[in-house]
């Protein structure tokens, strides 16, 4: 009996940039109607892999070769041609539009925009599992609903091999079993998954087959029948799995943040958040959970006074600062780690002293008086790059040039300078591998020691549970539970999360 090819194979795939090395002698082989995981750290060259398999980059060396036959991928269009498609972290769904509009855009010639468009639809969704109403708008759906919007897309045109870039990141428990559910089927029906996630008890739950890359190149491969945490973690950085939980207390008497009864509304009238109160006090970390878009962010935007609570009140201290511009906020010791640190967080295109100063640019050491003292921002970015292990080749590198943990420690190291009183932490580990996130916890750990108070959102429940000396529930806007994390597991939260049992 004649073997089948291999659905992917990368071969000595080679990339490079100015001044770095991406990818070398990376192999990568993914069986037919398999789940492939692949890990490995930051910068460890899985992104640019993806976009070479994807079309997006084109490689230097190396061959690609796609159930058999060599070739060659220009553009994204090519490798949608050759059954490839690719569900990125980020997803790109038109809020304004329909399941069925936004899964036809660009693909009109497929099944036209009508009858046959939305039976094709209904077909894939009843296939999967995936439970989608043709004619619902996206801005009415869930995060788990979003992304299996997004792998219906690329199955509606044609793809047989599915690249899902860390796809459990912003999924309650729940969500993830009825994902992986999902992937079990498409697999049955003879797909390839590739799945790039950074939390290996997942990996172990779901992949057939597993990779570990390590600075640019393929290091070994992974039995998940056999392998454990601990192994994959030393393949991936050569150190053992790290772990938020914190050893005691260091609660005090001190109240450094208290909200009562904030509300938030929109310009329709609606209520962001309702009758939202909370207290952190120093030595403490509260932790946020909810599934996205129950107001998590609109809480840390009013917050950081980027929104006014229609009605509240917001204390710092003892000082009223519902109504202070960010500024201000800033100046009086606030800390901000933002959920997304491209948009919100960095100046991609502009040197990491620079980036140093962003948001702290009226205090030293970025600032004497009124002029930015550029010696003193370049002094001490340089010390947050050793003190933080920021890896980068010197502080006049773009931060567009780090790999997405870099830029998060290099944020921390930033936002933990000045002494602050209150560190607004929003998802803080969120894309980084375990080597930058045990450092992440470490830091916050430290600070949360000598005193700072952290108002600490994520999406890793057991980040949550490990760091957190309480955590609340919010769901669409409200608190509706309040647990001790050394009572909680990540299923309670989950079903709280989403409507379930709260305490």
């Known amino acids: 009996m004649t073997q089948q090819p291999a659905a992917v194979e990368l071969r000595g795939i080679g990339k490079r940039f100015p001044g770095v090395i991406a990818n070398h002698d990376v192999d990568l082989s993914i069986r037919p109607g398999t789940v492939h995981a692949l890990i490995g750290e930051n910068g460890a060259g899985k992104s640019t892999l993806m976009k070479i398999l994807y079309g997006v980059q084109k490689p230097d060396d190396g061959t690609i070769v796609i159930n058999g036959g060599e070739i060659e991928l220009k553009s994204p269009t090519d490798a949608i041609e050759a059954g ?82 860390e796809p459990t990141a912003v999924l309650v428990p729940q969500e993830v079993d009825a994902l992986f559910d999902n992937l079990r089927e498409l697999r049955d029906a003879g797909n390839s998954v590739l799945f790039i996630s950074h939390k290996l008890d997942e990996v172990l739950a779901i992949a057939d087959d597993i990779t570990v890359m390590r600075r ?18 030393e393949l991936m950085v050569g150190s053992e799995l790290p772990s938020p939980e914190t050893a005691e207390s260091t609660v005090t008497d001190v ?53 006014i609570p229609s009605s509240g009140r917001i204390t710092l201290g003892e000082t009223d600062v519902t109504h202070w511009h960010t500024r201000k906020l800033r100046e009086s010791g606030i800390g901000y780690i933002p959920e997304d640190r491209h948009r919100h967080g960095l100046l991609l295109d502009s040197p990491l002293w620079e980036n140093r100063m962003l948001g702290h640019q009226t205090q030293p050491p970025n600032a004497k008086g009124p002029w930015i003292n550029r010696s003193g921002a ?126």
């Open 84 to 165: 490839v498609g690719m569900v990125f972290q980020h997803f790109m769904l038109a809020d304004n539009l329909t399941v069925l509009e936004n899964m036809v855009l660009g693909a009109e010639k497929l099944h036209g925009i009508g009858d046959d468009a939305r039976a094709e639809i209904r077909r894939i969704s009843d296939r999967f599992g995936f439970d989608l109403d043709p004619d619902v708008l996206v801005e009415r759906l869930g995060v788990a609903a979003r992304q299996r919007l997004e792998i219906a897309k690329v199955l509606y045109r044609g793809a047989r091999i599915i690249i899902l870039d």
């Open 216 to 233: 640019g190149t393929t290091v070994g491969t992974a039995d998940p029948k056999s392998a454990t945490k601990r192994q994959l973690a």
């Open 255 to 307: 109240v450094q943040l208290t909200l009562d009864d904030v509300t938030l509304t929109d310009e329709f009238g609606r209520n962001l958040l309702s009758d939202i109160s909370l207290k952190i006090r120093r030595g403490e970390v509260l932790g946020i959970a909810g599934v996205e878009g129950n107001g998590q962010s609109e809480l840390v935007e009013t917050i950081m006074g980027m929104r």
């Open 378 to 503: 370049r002094k001490d970015t340089s010390r947050i790059v050793a003190d933080y292990d920021v890896r980068a080749p010197g502080i006049d590198t773009p931060a567009r040039a780090l790999s997405g943990g870099n830029q998060q420690k290099l944020i921390v190291g930033r936002e933990m300078s000045g002494d602050p009183v209150l560190l607004i932490a929003s998802h803080p580990t969120r894309g980084v591998d375990v080597g930058a996130q045990a450092a992440i916890w470490g830091h916050i750990k430290r600070a949360r020691k000598e005193g700072l108070a952290v108002l600490l959102i994520s999406a890793d429940l057991d980040e949550l549970i490990g760091l957190s000396d309480t955590i609340q529930v919010v769901l669409r806007g409200r608190f509706v539970g309040t647990f001790e994390p050394s009572a909680v597991t990540p299923q309670d939260l989950g079903a709280a999360m989403t409507g379930g049992e709260a305490a």
